[in-house]
Nanobody, 121 residues
Framework: VQLQAFGGGLVQAGGSLRLSCAAS????????VGWFRQAPGKEREFVAA???????YYTDSVKARFTISRDNAKNTVYLRMNSLEPEDTAVYYC????????????????WGQGTLVTVSS
């Protein structure tokens, strides 16, 4: 399974970005996919996940602002991020798993390379 995350960039506070996670080398529709992020000097943390059944999960700090979705025909998962805040600045990683407990980093066997999101105040 290969994952490629892209779509990051520099945006002002209050702005929006859409991240994409493109998968190859697998039956993508059978995998759950999660987004994690790592801010400078901090540990990597769970952001959002979508199951193969399209159930969605979010960490509380992004629940009202971010939307995760998937397009199995394109082997791609998206993370739409609205009302971005400087605290959202981080490298965002996508990851895939067939396990449960989708908020746990240890559940994920496959990781993309990360894409940097910088939110200026």
């Amino acid at each position: 399974v290969q994952l490629q995350a892209f779509g990051g960039g520099l945006v002002q506070a209050g702005g929006s970005l859409r991240l994409s996670c493109a998968a190859s080398g697998c039956t993508f529709s059978s995998y759950h996919v999660g987004w994690f992020r790592q801010a400078p000097g901090k540990e990597r943390e769970f952001v959002a996940a979508i199951s193969w059944r399209t159930n969605t999960y979010y960490t509380d700090s992004v629940k009202a602002r971010f939307t995760i979705s998937r397009d199995n025909a394109k082997n791609t998962v998206y993370l739409r991020m609205n009302s971005l805040e400087p605290e959202d600045t981080a490298v965002y990683y996508c990851a895939a798993t067939r396990g449960s407990l989708l908020y746990r980093e240890s559940q994920y066997a496959y990781w993309g390379q990360g894409t940097l999101v910088t939110v200026s105040s």
